[in-house]
C-alpha cells in the first residue's frame, strides 16, 4: 500500500469520531444520518436493512433505517462511540465505514447499495456491485482511459482478477463476478478485490 494511503487511512473515520464526541448530551438516529452523509458523502438513510440483520436481541429486517438506528441507540446505556456506531452500521446495513475511511485516497470509485460510496475525479478505477451485492464488475474510469490510453482494463489487473474468479463479460463491457449461491459477496472477496486492484496502481500507475 502506498505512503500517501497509509497517511490517510482513517481520516474520514476520526472525523467522524470527532464530531460524535462533540455531542455531550447524547446523539440522535438524525445526528448520525447527517455526520455519515457529511463525512462520508452518501444517504445512509436510503439504504434498507441487511435480510440476516441483527443488533443484539433487536430485529431490524422490518425497521426503517431511522428506526433502526433510534432502536439501537434507545438500547445502549452509555454514550456510543464513533467505533460502535460504525459497527452496528456495519452489520446491520453491510456498509463497512472504516474499510472506506481507509480507502480514502486508493484512486478507487465505489459503487454499492445503488449508490456511490466513493468517488473522485481523478479515480483510476470503479469497483461496481449490484443490487444485494451478489455481483461485482470492475472496469477503468473515463480519467485512467484519457491518462493511457487504454480503453479496457490493464493486463496486469485482469491477471489479478482472473484468479479471484472474474471473467469478461462481452454484454456490460466489464470483468464480472457473481456470487453462486445468490448472496452478497463476502467482505473478504470484497477485500481481495480491492487490494489486486490497489497493488496494480501502486506498482504501474500511481504517477498518473
Request: hydrophobic share 40%.
Amino acid at each position: 500500500m502506498s505512503k500517501e494511503l497509509e497517511e490517510k487511512r482513517h481520516t474520514k473515520a476520526e472525523g467522524m469520531d470527532k464530531l460524535i464526541d462533540s455531542y455531550e448530551k447524547g446523539i440522535s438516529s438524525s445526528d448520525i444520518f447527517t455526520i455519515v452523509n457529511q463525512i462520508f458523502k452518501f444517504d445512509l438513510e436510503a439504504i434498507p436493512a441487511l435480510s440476516n440483520a441483527t443488533e443484539g436481541t433487536l430485529e431490524v429486517l422490518s425497521l426503517t433505517p431511522r428506526v433502526a438506528l433510534h432502536t439501537y441507540l434507545e438500547q445502549c446505556a452509555d454514550k456510543v462511540t464513533g467505533a460502535e456506531i460504525r459497527k452496528m452500521i456495519n452489520q446491520t446495513f453491510g456498509i463497512n465505514l472504516d474499510a472506506l475511511s481507509a480507502l480514502e485516497g486508493a484512486r478507487i470509485s465505489l459503487y454499492s447499495k445503488s449508490q456511490w460510496m466513493l468517488q473522485h475525479d481523478e479515480d483510476l478505477f470503479v469497483v461496481h456491485t449490484g443490487i444485494g451485492d451478489v455481483d461485482v464488475k470492475i472496469f477503468q474510469t473515463t480519467y485512467f482511459s484519457e491518462q493511457t490510453g487504454l480503453e479496457e482494463l490493464p493486463n496486469d489487473l485482469i491477471q489479478a482478477l482472473i484468479p479471484l474468479g472474474y471473467y469478461y463479460d462481452a454484454e456490460i463491457g466489464s470483468y464480472y463476478f457473481s456470487n453462486p449461491t445468490g448472496d452478497a459477496v463476502p467482505d473478504a472477496f470484497k477485500g481481495q478485490t480491492i487490494m489486486a486492484i490497489i497493488k496494480v496502481i501502486t506498482h504501474s500507475y500511481s504517477h498518473l
